[in-house]
């Protein structure tokens, strides 16, 4: 049961940070060059500001746990005889 649960929580952790990554490059990483001094950027009338770089922080945790998750999985398959 614990495996099974560790399973999905990899998965889970895997579509956050697959989300989040996205997140950092569409809303950071392909308007980096037009923030102006105070952190701003204006793109067909939306706002981007520059500290969306933080959604690669959460995407790179979201990562950490899901192999966590893997190796606890893992983990539990070897200890069975």
């Known amino acids: 049961m614990i495996r099974f649960l560790a399973w999905i929580w990899a998965l889970l952790s895997l579509v956050t940070a697959t989300g989040f990554a996205w997140l950092f490059v569409t809303v950071y990483w392909n308007n980096r060059a037009c923030f ?6 204006f793109v067909d009338g939306v706002v981007h500001h520059d ?3 933080i959604y ?3 995407a790179l945790l ?4 899901a192999m966590a998750g893997v190796v606890i999985a893992r983990w539990g398959r070897r200890s069975v005889p």
């Open 51 to 53: 500290t969306s770089f």
């Open 56 to 58: 690669v922080w959460i």
């Open 36 to 41: 102006d001094e105070n952190g701003r950027c």
């Open 62 to 65: 979201a990562a950490v746990s």
